[in-house]
């Protein structure tokens, strides 16, 4: 017996449904592991559970189970028997939770279907695997006009308008054929003779090996929109054959359509502007200001017209008279713009032709007196206000009489067009050029700070008005011009006495042998001509050889030796004359020669740098300046890699020399230079410091090696305490942040004592040496090295 109870309990150990005996009070007298598992407890036995029993007979019912995880579903069946003597009943539980489930899942599905049916604001549908309508919503009988058992099977068809009812028939039966989707516009006729336009969907549902099991489908009574349909079409007859053009735009400005005459005019079709902004076609000639309270004129008063420049898909502007409305629907919302336009491009044109031969010669189309003096007026205005100049050239023919006396009034008419067309050519876009009448011509110049400036202006318009030219009659003639020249405001604070004081210096101009310029200012012309002397003969220099390097050397305070030399650019003329750094340097700079020359004292100086080493001469550092043109606005960092490799010249023994004004012009740009430059090698110093910002936040900011000190500050020293001072301040900030100290133009025993119980690493200055010609610099080298161990001596 024992042995048939265990095996009686592995049975019910095995099954998946939970068995349970309980007493008449509901305490569980046996419980398998299922019923365990399916009530989520331990051990049941002795446990009371609220289970419904019936006395007397087999019971089946379904109930929910309270678990820790959740609400369950279980099917009960409970059966009295007798356990150890005494009345119990065996309890059977099925988990039954997912098929409640899907039965709940079933009915709020069926639930939902039925209510948005009910709700639904097109007409719904159902078919059978045959394609045969079982049902229709509410909304669906409302539109045909039929009743709920019309439209059962084929009944629907009915109440198709006759019209229609071939195509589709034809139509349903193919998709139903086909597993295909229904989608098709058609009419039905309702009992009172109305007529309602539909659009029919339906989609077929396949069972799970894609055969059919129907369709579900709507209907949607667009009846209103196609009666809006054939009011459209109406319109846009009427919208295709207006000439003049027309665009309407949605609420956010947006353009959604354009007629015909919109494409004529604009050169724009539907696919290039529609979905687009109009600004697609402005013009520029427009600012913001303009569109601005255009459109709070509009958003006022719901409409505005004026004239507006457009551009056509040409590039073409033209001007056109444009009228815009806004459109509200009901709501009293903007739904759309309304933009209508008409070109009136030869109108513009007529009146811009009467504008211009107000203010300009009919001759030579230059600007006339009129236009001038009101350009030159608010041109001084506004150079008074931004502290600018300007200049004002009176220009007049030479031997212009003798063209008309000996070819006739024509051919002078002809040279005067000619001439006209060549100084447009020659100036820039931004100055005026006039012509007075005759053979007379003024010129406005803006924004010229530099008087040679406008004598370069001078000596181009001579150049170019000074040859031979060929007039239309096939004569050749040679004029000349004189050039007078008025500087604002130096001459002259009106127009008026700009013109005179120009007119005044073109006369001395003709008195002086014609075909050249004079200022108002002798001064300024004398001042002039010299700078445009030194140009012309400094390019010839650099051409012919004349620039020279000269050497400085650098001497350590501490023991006397020479350490280093400073390379100087000196000009030397065949002649024998030496040109000082100072005449020639700031022109150099203003031309953008400065670059060139420059490039060519760093290649001169790593070729000697380098013949001296093999040559054996004690290893100097070679110092070498950099002007902010060639730092700045040149590749300099591989322009000192390319010059290092040709001449095999050590990066070590290089030095450049930079001003605080080109570090300071563009900062993050300088930092970046001066990395590049310190990765090549080089060493890198500050000249002149003390004259520029002078500050150690900045100092800090750049990878700088040495500091030279600007001579000013030490040519007092010992007599003016503050430049000692001075000079003791910044060699201490220098050497708190750990770089050389040179110092410049020394040239006293006290002046040295004083560097050297400061602790300056170097000084150079006359009192060593003056800068020398390479060969007096080699043969000082072999002087001093001879005598290295006496007090530094000047060289003869």
């Known amino acids: 017996m024992p042995q048939t109870l265990k095996q009686l309990n592995l049975i019910l150990d095995t099954i998946t449904d939970g068995v349970m005996v309980v007493d008449p009070q509901g305490s569980v007298i046996y419980a398998n592991q299922a019923a365990e598992q399916l009530l989520e407890r331990g051990s049941l036995i002795g446990h009371s559970l609220a289970i419904p029993i019936s006395a007397d007979k ?30 119990a009943y065996v309890i059977g539980l099925r988990d039954i939770t997912a098929r409640k489930q899907a039965e709940i899942a079933l009915q709020e599905s069926e639930l939902l279907f039925h209510t948005l049916s009910k709700i639904a604001p097109v007409g719904i549908f159902r078919t059978n695997e045959k394609g045969e309508c079982d049902y229709v919503n509410h909304r669906w009988c409302e ?69 059919l099991c129907g369709y579900v489908g709507t209907i949607t009574d667009i009846s209103d929109i196609k009666a809006n349909e054939e009011r459209l079409g109406q319109a846009a007859a009427v919208f295709e054959s207006t000439r003049e053009g027309v665009m309407i735009t949605d609420a956010q400005r947006r353009i959604t359509m354009v007629n015909k005459a919109f494409s004529n005019i ?70 759309h713009y309304v933009g209508v336009f008409a070109d009136i491009s030869k109108l513009k044109a007529s009146e811009m032709e009467l504008e211009f031969l107000a203010h300009h010669d009919p001759l030579t189309k230059l600007p006339n007196r009129m236009l001038f003096l009101s350009r030159l007026q608010h041109n001084i205005e506004k150079a008074r206000r931004q502290a600018n100049k300007m200049a004002v050239l009176m220009l007049d023919l030479d031997r212009f009489k003798d063209v008309n006396d ?90 008026d006495e700009l013109i005179q004081q120009a007119d005044t210096a073109l ?39 004349e620039l ?69 001469f004690p290893a100097l550092r070679l110092a070498v300046n950099l002007s902010p043109q060639q730092f700045l606005h040149s590749d300099i960092s591989e322009v000192v890699a390319r010059i290092l490799a040709e001449t095999g010249f050590p990066a070590e023994c290089l030095e450049l020399e930079l001003t605080e004004s080109a570090l300071m012009k563009r900062e993050k740009e300088a930092i970046e230079i001066l990395h590049k430059l310190h ?25 700088l090696d040495v500091l030279k000190i600007d001579k000013s500050f030490i040519e007092d020293i010992p007599k003016h305490t503050d430049d000692m001072e001075i000079t003791a301040t910044i060699i201490a900030m220098a050497k708190t942040l750990r ?51 006496l007090e530094p001596v000047v060289s003869a």
Request: with cysteine; hydrophobic share 40%; aromatic share 10%.
């Open 679 to 703: 990765g090549l090698g080089v060493h890198l110093a500050i000249d002149d410091f003390g004259t520029g910002y002078s500050s150690l936040a900045y100092l800090k900011l750049f990878p």
């Open 406 to 495: 000996s070819f006739g009034h024509l051919a002078g008419d002809d040279l005067l067009q000619m001439v006209a067309e060549r100084l447009t050519t020659r100036l820039r876009t931004s100055d005026t050029i006039c012509r007075l009448g005759g053979d007379e011509f003024v010129v406005l110049l803006e924004e010229v700070n530099q008087p040679e400036t406008v004598a370069h202006v001078a000596t181009q318009i001579i150049n170019a008005l000074n040859q031979t030219w060929q007039l239309p009659s096939g004569h050749e003639v040679r004029i000349g011009v004189s050039v007078g020249i008025a500087m604002f405001p130096e001459h002259g604070a009106s127009p």
């Open 266 to 335: 604009t050169g724009y079709d539907n696919r290039d502007v529609i979905g687009h902004s109009p600004s697609i076609l402005s013009s520029g000639r427009h600012n913001a200001d303009f569109y601005r309270e255009m459109w709070a004129n509009i958003a006022t008063t719901d409409h505005w017209q004026g004239e507006i420049w457009n551009r056509r898909k040409s590039g073409e502007v033209y001007p056109e008279l444009l009228s815009i409305s806004t459109v509200r629907d009901g709501k009293g919302e903007i739904s």
């Open 143 to 211: 539109i045909t006009g039929l009743h709920f058992i019309d439209s059962h099977g084929d009944g629907w068809i009915a109440g198709l308008l006759a019209e229609d009812r071939e195509s589709v028939i034809a139509e349903w039966q193919r998709c139903v054929s086909a597993l295909q989707p229904f989608n098709m516009q058609y009419r039905f006729q309702l009992a009172d003779g109305s007529v309602r336009w539909v659009v029919g969907r339906a989609e077929p549902e396949l069972d799970e090996t894609g055969g």
């Open 548 to 616: 020279r390097v000269f050497f400085q050397p650098q001497i350590c305070i501490e023991n006397g030796a020479i350490i280093g030399a400073e390379a100087l650019v000196r000009w030397q003329t065949a002649s024998g004359e030496l040109i000082p750094p100072l005449r020639f340097i700031p022109i150099a700079e203003e031309t953008g020669l400065i670059t060139s020359i420059g490039n060519w004292v760093l290649r001169e100086t790593c070729h000697h740098g380098q013949r001296w080493r093999q040559a054996g």
């Open 739 to 789: 770089m050389r100290v040179v110092a410049e133009g020394v040239e006293t025993a006290e002046q040295l004592a004083f560097l050297k119980s400061r602790q300056c690493d170097l000084y150079q200055g006359y009192l060593v040496s003056k800068p020398l010609p390479i060969a007096e610099f080699e043969k000082f080298l072999t002087d001093y090295a001879l005598n290295k161990n």
């Open 507 to 545: 006369y001395q101009a003709k008195n002086e042998g014609r075909n050249r310029f004079k200022y108002f200012s002798e001064d300024l012309t004398r001042a002039a001509r010299e700078r445009i002397d030194i140009e012309i003969r400094l390019r010839q220099a650099i051409e012919q050889g």
């Open 58 to 87: 087999i019971q089946f019912q379904d109930i929910n189970l309270i678990r820790p995880s959740g609400i369950a579903w279980a099917e009960l069946r409970s059966t009295p028997l007798e356990w150890e003597g005494a009345p």
